[in-house]
C-alpha cells in the first residue's frame, strides 16, 4: 500500500484510480475496509436504478410544464418593448416551447406523427382518447405546429386553471376553459381545436383494455354542429402503457415508462343533417376503429417498450 503523500501511480506497483480513490476515501474517513460499504452502495444503485426511472421520472413532464412557463415570463420580459411593432409577438416562444416538447417525445417516446396530411386547413375539432396524461395531446400539437405551421388550441379541465404558476402558459397557448360559446366562437375564426370528451374520469379509470369513458358527454358534438366544422378523431398508441394509472376511486398512484407512442387521425365530415347523439356515436364508433387497427388489446407494457426501440419504421 502506498503511504499518504505517495502518488497512486508511483511505486513499484502501479494502482487503478478506482482503489486509488478507495484507499484516500478509506484514509479520509478513518473507516477500515471501506471498498466492502461501496461494493454494497453500487449494488444498492445497481438494485434501485430501475425503481427510481420508474417511480421519481414523471417528474420530468411537470418540471418541463413548470419550465415552459418559466420560459414565456422571460421571453415577456426581454420582449414586451417588441409587442407595439409586431404582431406575433409570442411566435417565437411558441415554435421554441413546440421544439422543447417534441424533442421530449422523440426522445422518451421515439413518437411518430400519422395522418397530419389528413388534417385540414382552418378549422376543427380533434378528439382524442384520453390516457394517464394528455402528453400525447401536446406531442401531436408540437408537431403539427412544426411541420404544417398549424397551432391546436386544446379545451381543458377546470382543475388546469388553478394550478400556480401557469396562467400566462395557457394563456399564450389559449387553452381553452370549455364553455360552448367560447369553444363555437374560436372553431368559427379558423382554430384548430383538441378535446378529450373522457376527460379526467377517462384518464384515471379507463384501463389497459382502452375502454372510451366518455358517459353520456355529447357537448363536443354540439359545438362541432354549431361551427359547422369536421370532427378529426386521433387516438396514441401505447399511450396507457406510457404512463400506467393504479389503484382506484380512494387511491391514484401513476409510474411512467419510456415505451413508443404512435399517435394516429382520421377524418369525419363535416356534420350536416345529424343530432349531437348521432355525431357522438359516429365519433366514438371511429376512434374505436382507431383503436381496434394500431392498438393490440390488452395493452402491454414490455410489448410497447420493445416497439420503443425497434428501428424499422412502423406500419401504417
Not at 461501496?38 to 444498492?44: G, M, R
Not at 404582431?87 to 395522418?115: P, S, V
Not at 378529450?196 to 379507463?206: K, M, T, Y
Request: hydrophobic residues 45%.
Amino acid at each position: 500500500m502506498i503511504g499518504g503523500n505517495e502518488s497512486c501511480t508511483g511505486g513499484p506497483i502501479p494502482m487503478s484510480y478506482l482503489t486509488c480513490l478507495t484507499y484516500i476515501l478509506g484514509e479520509w474517513t478513518g473507516v477500515e475496509h471501506i471498498e466492502d460499504y461501496l461494493s454494497y452502495a453500487v449494488y444498492l444503485l445497481w438494485v434501485l436504478f430501475p425503481l427510481a426511472v420508474v417511480f421519481l421520472l414523471p417528474g420530468v413532464v411537470i418540471v418541463l410544464f413548470y419550465l415552459s412557463a418559466l420560459f414565456l415570463h422571460i421571453y415577456k420580459r426581454k420582449n414586451e418593448l417588441k409587442q407595439a411593432y409586431s404582431n406575433d409577438f409570442w411566435d417565437g416562444a411558441k415554435q421554441m416551447l413546440a421544439t422543447l416538447w417534441d424533442g421530449h417525445g422523440r426522445i422518451w417516446h421515439g413518437y411518430e406523427l400519422h395522418g397530419a396530411e389528413k388534417i385540414p386547413e382552418g378549422p376543427g375539432l380533434v378528439v382524442f382518447y384520453h390516457g394517464a396524461t394528455p402528453a400525447d395531446c401536446i406531442y401531436f400539437m408540437a408537431r403539427l405546429f412544426i411541420q404544417r405551421k398549424i397551432y391546436c388550441r386544446a379545451i381543458a379541465d377546470h382543475f388546469v386553471f388553478r394550478l400556480p404558476g401557469v396562467k400566462l402558459l395557457l394563456d399564450v397557448h389559449g387553452i381553452i376553459h370549455g364553455p360552448k360559446e367560447e369553444c363555437v366562437n374560436a372553431l368559427k375564426k379558423g382554430c384548430l381545436i383538441a378535446v378529450a370528451p373522457g376527460g379526467v374520469r377517462e384518464a384515471l379509470f379507463s384501463d389497459e383494455m382502452y375502454t372510451i369513458i366518455w358517459g353520456n358527454r355529447k357537448g363536443f358534438a354540439r359545438v362541432a354542429i354549431d361551427a359547422k366544422v369536421p370532427i378529426i378523431p386521433m387516438f396514441t398508441q401505447n399511450v396507457r402503457e406510457g404512463v400506467r394509472t393504479l389503484g382506484g376511486i380512494s387511491k391514484i398512484f401513476s409510474i411512467i415508462f419510456l415505451v413508443y407512442f404512435s399517435i394516429w387521425t382520421g377524418l369525419l365530415a363535416k356534420p350536416a343533417n345529424i343530432t349531437a347523439e348521432e355525431l357522438t356515436e359516429k365519433t366514438k364508433a371511429a376512434l374505436q376503429a382507431l383503436k381496434e387497427k394500431h392498438q393490440k388489446i390488452p395493452g402491454n407494457i414490455f410489448r410497447a417498450l420493445m416497439e420503443r426501440f425497434q428501428t424499422q419504421k412502423k406500419e401504417d
